[in-house]
């Protein structure tokens, strides 16, 4: 069973920093891409950033390139995002997400986790 | 930037059908998945490719894409349907999310 888990939210002031963590299990982590999502309490979904199988391709919306940086482990099974400069706009759920299809980076998430909560605040 | 615009709302009586859009630039040419998501919940994914379904998801669920609008159909809609739906392509390698429709089913 795939199950994705991310931590390392939590309450942190404008200008900090924040490292979040999503482990992945019951899949071969090391054949797909990863991307992070979030979530604006009672927003939409935003795409944040994305890393292919070997950390070969990354991507970044704008919104968050020079602040925000996406690692892999594939050896411990675990997806990172290192949030800098952090902003009040940047307060979400965020979500790590898992591709469909082995080492395609621009496909569907057919698997969710059930996210971690960022509140950037004073 | 891509651009993806999705109605706010839509409602519907159970046993009808829920016709949900999703319109952007020369859609057509891209390829369109749509998720489901309800509240506290994490999204689903509900159609991939414009029109499959992934395993597990009903056959009421369906879609199509062409020319500026992609549409995703529940047929024969249930009160368990009543969520938010997003709509997602990629462009230029950055993904782009509609900005969701809230389905509620009368």
């Known amino acids: 069973e795939v199950q994705l888990v991310e931590s390392g939210g939590g309450l942190v002031q404008p200008g900090r920093s924040l490292r979040l963590s999503c482990a992945a299990s019951?899949?071969?982590?090391?054949?797909?891409?990863m991307h992070w999502v979030r979530q604006a309490p009672g927003k939409g979904l935003e795409w944040v950033s994305g890393?292919?199988?070997?950390?070969?391709?990354?991507g970044y919306a704008d919104s968050v390139k020079g602040r925000f940086t996406i690692s892999r482990d594939n050896a411990k099974n675990s997806l990172y995002l290192q949030m800098n400069s952090l902003r009040a706009e940047d307060t979400a759920l965020y979500y790590c997400?898992?591709?469909?299809?082995?080492?395609?980076?621009?496909?569907?998430?057919?698997?969710w986790g059930q996210g971690t909560l960022v509140t950037v605040s004073s | 930037s891509y651009v993806l615009t999705q109605p706010p709302s839509v409602s519907v009586a159970p046993g009808q059908t829920a016709r949900i859009t999703c319109g952007g630039n020369?859609?057509?040419?891209?390829?369109v998945h749509w998720y489901q998501q309800k509240p506290g919940q994490a999204p689903v994914l509900v159609v991939y490719d414009d029109s499959d379904r992934p395993s597990g998801i009903p056959e009421r669920f369906s879609g199509s894409n062409s020319g500026n609008t992609a549409t995703l159909t529940i047929s024969r809609v249930e009160a368990g349907d009543e969520a938010d739906y997003y709509c997602q392509v990629w462009d230029s390698s950055l993904c782009v999310f509609g900005g969701g429709t809230k389905l509620t089913v009368l």
């Open positions: 997400a898992k591709v469909s299809a082995p080492l395609r980076f621009l496909e569907w998430f057919d698997y």
């Open positions: 020369n859609i057509g040419s891209k390829s």
């Open positions: 019951g899949f071969t982590f090391d054949d797909y891409a």
């Open positions: 890393i292919s199988w070997n950390s070969g391709s990354i």
